[in-house]
């Protein structure tokens, strides 16, 4: 699920600030979860 990802990511960044993870990156991996579930239910 998107959203767990997204509070691992939050986590993580708190964690470890140095490896900070871009929005852009956070948003590529919840747009790529989106796009995979549209196939799975077109599949």
């Known amino acids: 699920m998107p959203i767990l990802r997204i509070l691992i ?3 993580s960044n ?3 600030p140095r490896e900070k993870i871009s929005v852009g990156k956070i948003w590529r ?3 790529n979860d ?3 579930k ?3 239910r077109k599949a």
Do not use: D, T
């Open 38 to 40: 549209i196939i799975w």
């Open 29 to 31: 991996i919840i747009k």
């Open 14 to 16: 708190f964690s470890w």
């Open 34 to 36: 989106y796009e995979n």
């Open 9 to 11: 990511f939050i986590i």
